[in-house]
């Protein structure tokens, strides 16, 4: 039986002498593992679509629950990151949260639709990374049903908290006068950033990556998307300590 379905490779692990296992993030499917039969041969037909972030349209035969690739056909292969490691490391770590978050067997076209638009926007937007990447994680968060709620103070409902903090566990706001949160489990929001995560999570998908903030908070906005995203879903990610490691400079992109 033949299956038509476009998707993007999150995961590329060698297999036997010239073959590769591929974890895909699919339009029809979600999640699904396939694989790529030789494509690791000299000129392989599959050998462009059977790379790390490279987005295709497959036709897979499927047996049983088994899938391989029969044809594949590149869309966007994304080269501009290929050659930047720090974009290549922010785009693994994107990858390895879709990866996260996906689903087998049902469609997850929003976080799909996510992944490649922050693949491009990475790819080819003059945009800080780190703007990418807080947007990524709190719109993913969203996505992935863990939307914070930011439109009022948890505690009184004012719709302008004084001093906002977000909680990351409870995924709510607080004002000043309504608690202090033990260190550590928030983080402050300037008006600014308030602002900036209002739009990724209430905004238009299609206008995600449409706002600024002042150079000295994206790199705290980033840490607090990214703090966000790991608490919630109570885990770290390889890719994302990998790509701390490689001390890119705040705003840099
Ligand atoms: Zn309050």
Redesign the pocket.
Known sequence: MHVDLAGVVLRAVDYKESDRILTLLTDRLGLLTVKAQGCRRKNSPLAAAAQLLAYSNFTLFAYRDHYSVKEAAPQEQFLGLRADLDKLSLASYFAEVAQCVGVEGESNGELLSLLLNSLYALDKLQKPAELIHAAFDLRCMVVAGYAPLLD???????GA??A?RLDFQEGV???????EPSPGRSAPLTPEMLAAARHIVYGDPKRLFSFTLPPGQLAPFAALASTYLTTQLERGFKTLDFYRGLGAPPGAG
């Open positions: 009022a103070c948890a505690g009184c409902g004012t908290p004084e906002p706001l607080l004002c000043s006068d309504c608690g």
